[in-house]
């Protein structure tokens, strides 16, 4: 932790905050509690002369917060609230909580959230909410069925016998053709982006990789740089697991905590690959693995973790996917992978 004039920690609630304040040297914070109001914590920062480090817990507003408060410390750090287990101790309320997270944040405790001004972090609430949507689409998709086989009919069937179950078939299917249009409307929408986008249209170059799916990629990545490597990476997809060891003792594997968006992305990737009648260089390399002996279930599991590997590696070099390339830069393939995907 480098040394700065003011360590400030900020809870930050809808209604109020608490802003903790130590002078460097000082063992006591200075602790303020009053409506929310970002004007006002903005003419706060700037009063305060010299360098300065803010930090804040991850919530559904902290990328606002971050985008507005950013110029005005030196330093800004969203942390993750998983890790801060200090907070959870003792007596609860905002001035505590404002307390411990400036302990956590000068004894250099924090794990930072990844946070930027870039456009794809913008796409971020595109995704979320469309996500929602294809959720509840499919929520009621099953309640249509349920209708059908509660009265022993095919869910192909269009209609129902009854007052009631015509009433609630109506209203279901009334949602569902909303749930479609809207569908449509986002799926306009990425197309869009797709257009504007270069590393979008990279991203979509990938075998297995649509449009929806390189528009969730940018959107959760951003940055691809933030990654020390393509196994870090992978953590973050949830395509490796942790060994658990104590005593020279292996205690088997653990998941480490991952993006459920990312994994599904990689994992749906390759299972349109597995089952695309066209020939790519990734069913080639998913065939291959089959020949060599390699279960299918995990066949699949190392086309995702390739499918990963170059879409991290897409987004750092801003280059099409081409296969001949990828497979000398990441190796393991066999000689003469069909290259014809590749792309200038």
Not at 187 to 200: A, D, H, N, P, V
Not at 240 to 265: A, E, F, Q, T
Request: aromatic share 12%; hydrophobic share 35%; proline share 3%.
């Amino acid at each position: 932790m480098n040394d700065y004039n003011y360590y400030i920690a900020l809870d930050w609630a809808q209604a109020k905050m608490a802003i903790a304040i130590a002078k460097k040297g000082s063992p006591e914070p200075r602790i303020i509690e009053q409506d929310s109001d970002v004007r006002s914590l903005k003419y706060l920062l700037k009063s305060l002369k010299g360098t300065k480090i803010l930090t804040l817990e991850e919530t559904t507003g902290s990328q606002w917060l971050w985008v507005e408060l950013h110029d005005h410390v030196d330093e800004i750090i969203v942390c993750d609230p998983y890790h801060n287990f200090l907070l959870s101790s003792g007596p609860k309320n905002d001035r505590i909580d404002a307390q411990k997270l400036l302990e956590l944040l000068r004894g250099g405790l924090l794990k930072p959230v990844f946070h930027s001004a870039d456009i794809f972090m913008d796409y971020r609430k595109l995704v979320s909410t469309y996500d929602d949507l294809i959720k509840t689409g499919v929520r009621w998709k099953n309640r249509r069925s349920a209708i059908f086989r509660a009265v022993g009919k095919n869910k192909k069937s269009r209609t129902v016998d009854g007052e009631t179950d015509r009433f609630n078939l109506a209203t279901v299917d009334y949602h569902i053709r909303q749930y479609e249009n809207f569908k449509a409307i986002y799926q306009g929408q990425f197309q869009q982006l797709i257009r504007k986008s270069k590393t979008l249209r990279t991203l979509q170059s990938i075998p297995g990789i649509g449009v929806i799916g390189a528009v969730k990629i940018a959107a959760i990545v951003v940055e691809p740089n933030r990654f020390r490597n393509k196994g870090h990476f992978w953590a973050y997809c949830g395509l490796v697991s942790h060994k658990k060891m104590s005593g020279g003792r292996s205690y088997g594997k653990r998941k480490p905590r991952y993006s459920r968006p990312l994994k599904s992305v990689f994992k749906t990737a390759a299972m349109a690959v597995t089952f695309s009648k066209s020939e790519n260089s990734m069913k080639a390399y998913y065939e291959f693995l089959i020949s060599e002996g390699m279960a299918q279930w995990k066949a699949r599991h190392n086309l995702a973790r390739k499918i990963a590997a170059i879409a991290y590696a897409t987004m750092k070099s801003g280059r099409w996917y081409n296969a001949d390339e990828i497979n000398k830069y990441f190796g393991g393939e066999p000689d003469g992978i069909a290259s014809k995907d590749s792309r200038a």
